[in-house]
């Protein structure tokens, strides 16, 4: 509450006077070009958080759940990126990016362009997908472990009902499979939205949202402008909206579990 009566001030963070200013900081947020600019990197991370991570955890998901030999490992290497820090993170894709040393231009070098020397996170047309890569790779074990929580729930008899009336594994997986992960769909989902949104930590070690913007998302841009260009007001109108927007995803959420349970 405290943020939002601030995002109605022109308070600069260190004076003990400030203004009432009404609603000019959030009119002075949807006429921003930089604002405007990190609102579509968010959604840009969204789209993509959607796609990649949560493909990639229901198909590994469903790999290992039957039961391949050295599964359990498999399921702890993929898992794992999830218990570091975003420092950790951020440290190990710095290295994997270095331009000269680094493992993916190494490996682009040995593919056959020996002078290969890019800049992935120093160049203002990859570094936002850069860093969305670093993000993918670590949200990844969640989307998979939760969907290995719903797999363990499928309903066999229905299985083994598709089988005798003659479907095949595809039709097996999208007809029968799929339905029964609705509920673990919703919550890789909701977490997944909600994980493109706070995602100050991993651009901030990275690229502080640079370079020239490229990179910056909602989060690092209310930093920036609270503690760095001494706006709290201003900064405290843009974390409102991001409120808002999580607020609402929250109870996206809520509605529909609450709504699966009264249909059980």
């Known amino acids: 509450m405290q943020s939002l009566y ?23 947020a949807f006429t921003d070009p930089n604002f405007s600019g990190a609102i579509l990197h968010n959604l840009i991370w969204v789209i993509i958080f959607l796609i990649v991570p ?31 820090s975003y420092v950790i993170i951020g440290m ?3 290295f994997i990016y270095e331009p000269r040393m680094g493992i993916l231009n ?13 800049a992935w996170l120093a160049q203002a047309k990859t570094a936002l997908l850069a860093i969305i890569v670093e993000a993918s790779w670590q949200h990844t074990g969640l989307c998979m472990v939760l969907y290995l929580a719903g797999l363990s729930g499928v309903r066999q008899d229905l ?20 339905p029964q992960l609705k509920n673990s769909t919703i919550v890789v989902i909701s977490l997944t939205v909600i ?7 991993l651009v901030f070690i990275t690229t502080k949202g640079g370079p020239f913007r490229s990179s910056e998302v909602l989060t690092t ?10 706006q709290m ?11 808002f927007i999580v607020f609402i995803v929250v109870f996206f959420y809520f509605n529909s579990v609450m709504k699966e349970g009264n249909n059980e």
């Open 159 to 178: 299985l083994e009902a598709a089988r005798i009336d003659g479907a095949n594994p595809i039709q097996l997986f999208f007809h029968v499979v799929i």
């Open 233 to 243: 007001g201003y900064g405290s109108a843009i974390a409102s909206v991001l409120f």
């Open 6 to 28: 601030l995002s109605l001030t022109n308070w600069n963070g260190l004076s003990p006077e400030y203004d009432f200013i009404g609603l000019d900081n959030f009119k002075r």
């Open 106 to 118: 190494l490996f682009i070098r040995i593919m056959g362009q020996p002078d290969w020397n890019f």
């Open 221 to 230: 841009f209310m930093y920036k402008e609270s503690f760095w260009n001494y």
């Open 54 to 84: 949560t493909s990639s955890g229901l198909f590994l998901a469903v790999l290992l759940d039957k039961g391949i030999p050295g599964s359990t490992f498999f399921k702890s290497v993929i898992y794992l990126p999830m218990i570091f």
């Open 92 to 94: 190990i894709w710095n």
């Open 195 to 201: 994980n493109s949104l706070k995602n100050f930590d």
